[in-house]
Protein backbone atom coordinates (compact mmCIF):
# COMPACT_ATOMS: atom_id res chain seq x y z
CA UNK A 1 0.00 0.00 0.00
CA UNK A 2 0.94 3.49 -0.81
CA UNK A 3 -0.27 6.96 0.34
CA UNK A 4 -0.40 9.28 -2.97
CA UNK A 5 -0.30 13.13 -1.74
CA UNK A 6 -1.78 15.66 -4.64
CA UNK A 7 0.56 17.89 -2.88
CA UNK A 8 -0.66 20.71 -5.43
CA UNK A 9 -2.44 23.14 -2.82
CA UNK A 10 -2.67 20.67 0.12
CA UNK A 11 -2.42 22.21 3.48
CA UNK A 12 -2.10 18.51 5.12
CA UNK A 13 1.60 17.15 3.74
CA UNK A 14 3.36 16.83 6.40
CA UNK A 15 0.63 15.77 8.68
CA UNK A 16 0.01 12.84 5.96
CA UNK A 17 3.88 12.20 5.95
CA UNK A 18 3.74 11.92 9.73
CA UNK A 19 1.16 9.01 9.78
CA UNK A 20 2.85 7.71 6.69
CA UNK A 21 5.99 7.06 8.26
CA UNK A 22 4.43 5.70 12.10
CA UNK A 23 2.20 3.15 10.17
CA UNK A 24 5.78 2.50 7.53
CA UNK A 25 4.39 3.33 4.55
CA UNK A 26 5.66 4.73 1.41
CA UNK A 27 4.49 7.78 0.89
CA UNK A 28 4.04 9.75 -2.83
CA UNK A 29 4.18 13.44 -3.32
CA UNK A 30 2.98 14.63 -6.52
CA UNK A 31 2.84 18.04 -7.12
CA UNK A 32 3.54 20.18 -10.93
CA UNK A 33 6.64 22.78 -11.62
CA UNK A 34 4.46 25.54 -9.95
CA UNK A 35 4.49 23.92 -6.69
CA UNK A 36 7.70 21.98 -6.68
CA UNK A 37 9.11 20.93 -3.41
CA UNK A 38 10.70 17.74 -1.89
CA UNK A 39 10.13 16.20 1.91
CA UNK A 40 12.35 13.78 3.50
CA UNK A 41 10.90 10.37 4.02
CA UNK A 42 9.10 10.80 1.35
CA UNK A 43 9.58 10.43 -2.68
CA UNK A 44 8.28 13.32 -4.91
CA UNK A 45 7.31 13.02 -8.26
CA UNK A 46 6.65 16.55 -10.20
CA UNK A 47 5.17 16.70 -13.20
CA UNK A 48 4.91 19.74 -16.08
CA UNK A 49 2.50 22.35 -15.39
CA UNK A 50 -1.04 22.23 -16.95
CA UNK A 51 -4.61 21.24 -16.04
CA UNK A 52 -4.94 18.29 -14.28
CA UNK A 53 -1.28 17.06 -15.22
CA UNK A 54 -0.40 15.83 -11.32
CA UNK A 55 -4.24 14.12 -11.29
CA UNK A 56 -3.89 11.88 -14.47
CA UNK A 57 -0.33 11.43 -12.89
CA UNK A 58 -1.36 10.15 -9.97
CA UNK A 59 -4.32 7.89 -11.03
CA UNK A 60 -2.14 6.39 -13.53
CA UNK A 61 -0.06 5.18 -10.20
CA UNK A 62 -2.26 4.30 -7.92
CA UNK A 63 -3.33 0.92 -7.02
CA UNK A 64 -5.91 -0.99 -5.26
CA UNK A 65 -5.60 -0.12 -1.98
CA UNK A 66 -3.88 2.33 -1.99
CA UNK A 67 -4.65 6.01 0.11
CA UNK A 68 -5.32 9.15 -1.72
CA UNK A 69 -4.78 12.62 -0.29
CA UNK A 70 -6.75 15.20 -2.56
CA UNK A 71 -9.10 18.04 -2.76
CA UNK A 72 -10.06 17.69 -6.23
CA UNK A 73 -13.20 15.42 -6.23
CA UNK A 74 -12.51 14.57 -9.90
CA UNK A 75 -9.41 12.86 -9.00
CA UNK A 76 -11.23 10.88 -6.12
CA UNK A 77 -13.77 9.55 -8.85
CA UNK A 78 -11.35 8.21 -10.55
CA UNK A 79 -9.65 6.97 -7.87
CA UNK A 80 -12.29 5.20 -6.39
CA UNK A 81 -12.70 3.26 -9.79
CA UNK A 82 -9.24 2.18 -9.51
CA UNK A 83 -10.23 0.67 -5.85
CA UNK A 84 -8.17 3.27 -3.82
CA UNK A 85 -9.15 4.89 -0.70
CA UNK A 86 -9.56 8.67 -1.50
CA UNK A 87 -9.58 11.12 1.49
CA UNK A 88 -9.92 15.03 1.27
CA UNK A 89 -7.82 17.60 3.46
CA UNK A 90 -10.73 17.53 6.38
CA UNK A 91 -10.79 14.14 6.78
CA UNK A 92 -14.09 13.13 4.53
CA UNK A 93 -13.57 10.24 3.17
CA UNK A 94 -15.27 9.93 -0.80
CA UNK A 95 -17.30 6.71 -1.31
CA UNK A 96 -19.10 5.39 -4.25
CA UNK A 97 -21.86 6.59 -1.83
CA UNK A 98 -21.69 10.45 -1.82
CA UNK A 99 -19.20 10.54 -4.94
CA UNK A 100 -21.70 11.56 -7.29
CA UNK A 101 -23.53 14.31 -5.16
CA UNK A 102 -20.19 15.88 -4.75
CA UNK A 103 -19.60 15.67 -8.77
CA UNK A 104 -23.07 17.54 -9.53
CA UNK A 105 -22.20 19.97 -6.49
CA UNK A 106 -19.01 20.80 -8.75
CA UNK A 107 -20.42 21.06 -11.58
CA UNK A 108 -23.55 22.99 -10.63
CA UNK A 109 -20.57 26.09 -9.19
CA UNK A 110 -19.03 26.23 -12.30
CA UNK A 111 -22.18 26.71 -14.24
CA UNK A 112 -22.61 29.68 -11.46
CA UNK A 113 -19.54 30.97 -11.89
CA UNK A 114 -19.20 30.99 -15.82
CA UNK A 115 -22.51 32.55 -15.84
CA UNK A 116 -20.78 35.41 -13.82
CA UNK A 117 -21.93 34.69 -10.21
CA UNK A 118 -20.28 34.56 -7.37
CA UNK A 119 -19.92 31.46 -4.55
CA UNK A 120 -18.58 32.07 -1.17
CA UNK A 121 -15.26 30.16 -0.48
CA UNK A 122 -14.68 27.83 1.94
CA UNK A 123 -13.77 29.32 5.57
CA UNK A 124 -10.55 29.90 7.43
CA UNK A 125 -8.75 26.55 7.65
CA UNK A 126 -7.91 25.98 11.11
CA UNK A 127 -6.52 23.02 13.79
CA UNK A 128 -9.71 21.75 14.05
CA UNK A 129 -9.49 20.76 10.26
CA UNK A 130 -5.96 19.42 10.36
CA UNK A 131 -7.13 17.43 13.19
CA UNK A 132 -10.10 15.92 11.85
CA UNK A 133 -7.51 14.80 8.52
CA UNK A 134 -5.57 13.66 11.27
CA UNK A 135 -8.20 10.93 12.83
CA UNK A 136 -9.78 10.36 9.99
CA UNK A 137 -6.44 9.57 8.07
CA UNK A 138 -5.06 7.51 11.35
CA UNK A 139 -8.19 5.67 11.01
CA UNK A 140 -7.84 4.41 7.37
CA UNK A 141 -4.42 3.90 7.36
CA UNK A 142 -5.28 1.16 10.76
CA UNK A 143 -7.86 -0.20 9.29
CA UNK A 144 -6.90 -1.21 5.98
CA UNK A 145 -3.07 -2.22 7.07
CA UNK A 146 -5.20 -5.51 9.07
Excluded: W
Amino acid sequence: MTLLIDADGCPVVDIAMRLARRHSIECLILCDTAHEFSKEGARTITVSKGADSVDFALVNLVKKGDVVVTQDYGLAAMCLARGAVPLNQNGMAYTNDNIDALLHQRHTAQKIRRGGGRLKGPNKRGAEQDRGFEAALGKILTEVLR
